[in-house]
T-cell receptor, first 114, second 114 residues
């Protein structure tokens, strides 16, 4: 299994540009989520999904959209990038059916907005 | 709302010394608690978790943590530090006791000196 994969690893955007961060998992996990990591702030939840077709907002959802059309994929869209969205983004997934509560994290996408 | 406080953003120990990373939480429901480790330029990896049962939890790489309800603490320890333990460590609490939604502390960066 590849686990949780994220693309791209690095991205530089100009203010106002849009882009999609890709996240995929091959473990048949129901739960997927996106976090952003900023220095001294820990990880903060952006959006999450408990299954295909179901998404909800986390702590810091503004400026981001998500959709979950398949179990495997959970893309994060930045509609109009702002410098405040410069961060490292992590996707995570877990198999909630058996209540293991162990989340598997991808390697991250480092985004810089100029 | 749940919250997590990690005391000390940076901790430095000598190789072979005791590692103690502190975590206190607030939760309105019985908490599910986690410690994750992040090595440089990587995603997060689960070290250990407490859900129910025994309050002393053993994890990978010789780490353990003890859930103390009376002190609302979940401190992480390792008897003898190794150079490979140098990383950032995050304590997290499940937002609603059995939920996969995690609230993270701000992290503690561990340095191990030779």
């Amino acid at each position: 299994n590849a686990g949780v994969t994220q693309t791209p690893k690095f991205q530089v955007l100009k203010t106002g540009q849009s882009m999609t961060l890709q996240c995929a998992q091959d473990m048949n996990h129901e739960y997927m989520s996106w976090y952003r990591q900023d220095p001294g702030m820990g990880l903060r939840l952006i959006h999450y999904s408990v299954g295909a077709g179901i998404t909800d907002q986390g702590e810091v959802p503004n400026g981001y959209n998500v959709s979950r059309s398949t179990t495997e994929d959970f893309p994060l869209r930045l509609l109009s990038a702002a410098p405040s969205q410069t961060s490292v983004y992590f996707c995570a997934s877990s198999y909630s059916r058996f209540e293991t509560y162990e989340q598997y994290f991808g390697p991250g996408t480092r985004l810089t907005v100029t | 709302a749940q919250s997590v406080t990690q005391l000390g953003s940076h901790v430095s120990v000598s190789e072979g010394a005791l590692v103690l990373l502190r975590c206190n939480y607030s939760s309105s429901v019985p908490p599910y608690l986690f410690w994750y480790v992040q090595y440089p330029n990587q995603g997060l990896q689960l070290l250990l978790k407490y859900t129910t049962g025994a309050t002393l939890v053993k994890g990978i790489n010789g780490f353990e943590a003890e859930f103390k309800k009376s002190e609302t603490s979940f401190h992480l320890t390792k008897p003898s530090a190794h150079m490979s333990d140098a990383a950032e460590y995050f304590c997290a609490v499940s937002e609603e006791g059995g939920s996969e939604k995690l609230v993270f502390g701000k992290g503690t960066k561990l340095t191990v000196n030779p």
